[in-house]
């Protein structure tokens, strides 16, 4: 059973920053991409980044040079930090992982519990 569970969030003022963390747990044999998405009140879940085994990243252009997306493969823990913060970034954010299993030859999807991120004006 593989397990993704997110910290950090908060509730902080606008122009403020936070670090987000999604540690991976379990019977894992490696982790390729993942990803955080977030949904806010009213709106469905949409990818924010994404970050490859090999660290490239990739981000949306409503939060391009405010949030930095990271990972540590020993740790099997990735971090998004997000920098000048802005009301519109109030959301519940979703770490999600493509995994493939000790034991197993295909990859299967896993999503964390998610952590709330509220901004006020």
């Known amino acids: 059973q593989v397990q993704l569970v997110e910290s950090g969030g908060g509730s902080v003022q606008a122009g403020g920053s936070l670090r987000l963390s999604c540690t991976a747990s379990?019977?894992?044999?490696?982790?390729?991409?993942m990803d955080w998405y977030r949904q806010a009140p009213g709106k469905q879940r949409a990818l924010v980044a994404t970050?490859?085994?090999?660290?490239?990243?990739n981000y949306v252009d409503s939060v391009k040079g405010r949030f930095t997306m990271s990972r540590d493969n020993a740790k099997n823990t990735v971090y998004l930090q997000i920098n000048s913060l802005k009301p519109e970034d109030t959301a519940i954010y979703y770490c999600?992982?493509?995994?493939?299993?000790?034991?197993?030859?295909?990859?299967?999807?896993?999503w964390g519990q998610g952590t709330q991120v509220t901004v006020s004006s």
């Open positions: 970050i490859t085994r090999g660290e490239i990243t």
């Open positions: 379990g019977s894992i044999l490696s982790i390729n991409t």
């Open positions: 999600h992982a493509d995994v493939v299993p000790a034991g197993s030859w295909g990859t299967r999807y896993y």
